[in-house]
C-alpha cells in the first residue's frame, strides 16, 4: 500500500483524538440536541392541542345530548359516580361542569359531566383517533430526525475531510522539518483561513531556520578559511623551535588547534553538500583494523563473517577513527570493534552516551556532560556527516551492562546518499 493510500485509509478511521471526527461528533450531537428538542415542542403541542380540542367535543356533546333529551321529552344522559373516574366526581362534587381526559384502557377518552337538579350526566367521546394521529406524527418524526443524521453526518464528515487533509499535509511538513529536511515546505495554499495561515507560518519558520542554519554555516566556513593560513605558519613556526619541554607543550597545542580547524572545514563541506562518495570494492574488517591501528590506540578488533563491499574507503576510515577515538576520549577501556558481515561496532566500557545525544543526535560543540571528558563534539557529527554520504546508517546507544555502543550498518548495494 503506498504512502497516499496509507494516509486516506488513516483519514477516515475513526480516531477519538482526531480533530476531524470531534467535529463530526459535535455536529451529530447538535443536530440530535435539536430533533430532540424539537420533537418535544411538537409533541407538547399537538397533545396541548389534541387536549383542547377533545375536551370541546366533549362539552359539546354533552350539551346537544341534553338539548336533544329535552326536546324529545326524555332525561338527558344520567351516569351513575361508579361510572366516572374519581378526578371528575371531585370537579362537579357541589355542582358545575367539567371535562377529564382518561386514557383508557381499554381507549382514550374524554369525560364531560354536569351535575344538575341532583342528577348527574355526563358523556365520553373516544380520543382513539388523536392518539393514532399523535403516534404517527411522533413516527414521523423520528424517522426523518435519523434520515437527517444520516445525511448531515456523512456530509459533514465529508466537508471536515479538506480541512483535515489541509492540517495534515502541515504536520508532515513539520514532521520533515524537524527530522532536518529544512527544503520541506508545505507550498502555497488557497483560502485565507486559520490552515492557510498556519501553513504560511510554518514555511515562513522554515525560511528563516534555513536562513539562520545558512548563517552559522557559511560563519563556520569562513572562520576556518580564515585560520587555516596563519595556523600553517603557526605549525611551522612551532616546528622550528628548539626541543625542550615548553616547546613540546606549544606543538601539542598547535596540533589540538591545527585539527580543530581541519574538523571545522570538513563539517563545513558536510553542511554545504560538497562531499562525494567515491565508492569501490573494500575489504571491511582489513579496512577497520588498519583504521585502528592508524588512531595509535588499544582497541580490540574481532571479525565474524566480514563482508567486502562497497563503499568510499576513505569515508569509512574517517567514520571508524573517529568512532574509536570518541570511545577513548569520552569512554573507558576495554574498547571493543566487532565487524560483522556489513556492520561494524565500537563499544566502550565508560559512563555510555548522554541522553540528550540518544535523543537528538550528536551536534558540535557539545559533549554532553563534564565527566565524559574533552573535547569538541566534533568526532562524531563528523561520522555521522559522514556516514550518510556514504549511505550508511550510524545509531548511538548504551549497553545494558554500561558502555557506549555506535553501530555503523553499511548499505547493501553500496549506494551513496548524494547518488
Known amino acids: 500500500?503506498?504512502?497516499?493510500?496509507?494516509?486516506?485509509?488513516?483519514?477516515?478511521?475513526?480516531?477519538?483524538?482526531?480533530?476531524?471526527?470531534?467535529?463530526?461528533?459535535?455536529?451529530?450531537?447538535?443536530?440530535?440536541?435539536?430533533?430532540?428538542t424539537v420533537g418535544v415542542l411538537v409533541h407538547e403541542s399537538v397533545l396541548r392541542r389534541s387536549l383542547n380540542e377533545g375536551g370541546a367535543r366533549a362539552t359539546a356533546s354533552l350539551e346537544k345530548a341534553l338539548e336533544e333529551a329535552a326536546a324529545a321529552g326524555e332525561e338527558g344522559p344520567l351516569a351513575s359516580p361508579g361510572e366516572l373516574p374519581d378526578p371528575l366526581l371531585r370537579q362537579i362534587e357541589h355542582g358545575g361542569e367539567a371535562t377529564f381526559y382518561e386514557n383508557g384502557p381499554p381507549a382514550p377518552v374524554f369525560w364531560a359531566a354536569r351535575?344538575?337538579?341532583?342528577?348527574?350526566?355526563?358523556?365520553?367521546?373516544?380520543?382513539?383517533?388523536?392518539?393514532?394521529?399523535?403516534?404517527?406524527?411522533?413516527r414521523h418524526m423520528w424517522k426523518y430526525s435519523l434520515l437527517t443524521l444520516g445525511v448531515v453526518v456523512p456530509a459533514t464528515a465529508l466537508a471536515s475531510e479538506l480541512p483535515a487533509r489541509r492540517l495534515r499535509r502541515v504536520a508532515r511538513t513539520a514532521r520533515r522539518i524537524t527530522a532536518g529536511d529544512l527544503?520541506?515546505?508545505?507550498?502555497?495554499?488557497?483560502?485565507?483561513?486559520?490552515?492557510?495561515?498556519?501553513?504560511?507560518?510554518?514555511?515562513?519558520?522554515?525560511?528563516?531556520?534555513?536562513?539562520?542554519?545558512?548563517?552559522?554555516?557559511?560563519?563556520?566556513?569562513?572562520?576556518?578559511?580564515?585560520?587555516?593560513?596563519?595556523?600553517?605558519?603557526?605549525?611551522?613556526?612551532?616546528?622550528?623551535?628548539?626541543?625542550?619541554e615548553v616547546t613540546d607543550l606549544v606543538q601539542g597545542r598547535v596540533r589540538v588547534l591545527r585539527d580543530l580547524v581541519e574538523d571545522l572545514l570538513e563539517i563545513s563541506?558536510?553542511?554545504?553538500?560538497?562531499?562525494?562518495?567515491?565508492?569501490?570494492?573494500?575489504?571491511?574488517a582489513g579496512l577497520v583494523?588498519?583504521?585502528?591501528?592508524?588512531?595509535?590506540?588499544?582497541?580490540?578488533?574481532?571479525?565474524?563473517?566480514?563482508?567486502?563491499?562497497?563503499?568510499?574507503?576513505?569515508?569509512?576510515?574517517?567514520?571508524?577513527?573517529?568512532?574509536?577515538?570518541?570511545?577513548?576520549?569520552?569512554?573507558?577501556?576495554?574498547?571493543?570493534?566487532?565487524?560483522?558481515?556489513?556492520?561494524?561496532?565500537?563499544?566502550?566500557?565508560?559512563?555510555?552516551?548522554?541522553?540528550?545525544?540518544?535523543?537528538?543526535?550528536?551536534?558540535?560543540?557539545?559533549?554532553?556532560?563534564?565527566?565524559?571528558?574533552?573535547?569538541h563534539g566534533l568526532g562524531l557529527t563528523i561520522a555521522s556527516g559522514q556516514a550518510?554520504?556514504?549511505?550508511?546508517?550510524?545509531?548511538?546507544?548504551?549497553?545494558?551492562?554500561?558502555?557506549?555502543?555506535?553501530?555503523?550498518?553499511l548499505p547493501e548495494d553500496g549506494t551513496p546518499a548524494d547518488a
Open 1 to 36: 500500500m503506498s504512502g497516499g493510500r496509507r494516509g486516506a485509509v488513516a483519514g477516515l478511521v475513526p480516531h477519538p483524538r482526531s480533530l476531524r471526527w470531534k467535529i463530526v461528533l459535535l455536529v451529530a450531537l447538535a443536530c440530535a440536541s435539536m430533533a430532540l
Open 269 to 284: 563541506r558536510l553542511d554545504a553538500g560538497a562531499e562525494r562518495s567515491r565508492p569501490g570494492p573494500v575489504d571491511l
Open 183 to 244: 527544503d520541506a515546505r508545505t507550498g502555497p495554499v488557497r483560502g485565507g483561513d486559520e490552515v492557510a495561515e498556519i501553513s504560511a507560518v510554518v514555511d515562513s519558520m522554515a525560511d528563516s531556520l534555513q536562513r539562520r542554519i545558512d548563517t552559522e554555516q557559511r560563519f563556520t566556513a569562513d572562520v576556518a578559511h580564515e585560520l587555516r593560513t596563519p595556523l600553517m605558519g603557526l605549525v611551522t613556526s612551532a616546528e622550528l623551535l628548539p626541543e625542550g
Open 388 to 409: 550518510k554520504v556514504i549511505g550508511a546508517a550510524l545509531d548511538f546507544a548504551n549497553a545494558p551492562d554500561g558502555g557506549a555502543v555506535a553501530t555503523l550498518r
Open 289 to 375: 583494523r588498519d583504521a585502528v591501528r592508524r588512531t595509535g590506540l588499544a582497541a580490540r578488533v574481532s571479525g565474524q563473517d566480514a563482508a567486502v563491499v562497497e563503499t568510499d574507503p576513505r569515508r569509512l576510515d574517517r567514520i571508524v577513527s573517529n568512532l574509536v577515538v570518541n570511545a577513548h576520549r569520552h569512554g573507558a577501556g576495554p574498547v571493543e570493534v566487532v565487524v560483522a558481515g556489513r556492520t561494524v561496532t565500537v563499544r566502550d566500557h565508560g559512563p555510555g552516551f548522554p541522553p540528550d545525544l540518544l535523543a537528538h543526535g550528536p551536534q558540535r560543540f557539545r559533549t554532553g556532560t563534564a565527566e565524559r571528558g574533552r573535547g
Open 115 to 138: 351535575r344538575e337538579g341532583g342528577k348527574l350526566y355526563a358523556v365520553e367521546v373516544d380520543m382513539t383517533a388523536d392518539l393514532l394521529t399523535r403516534q404517527a406524527l411522533d
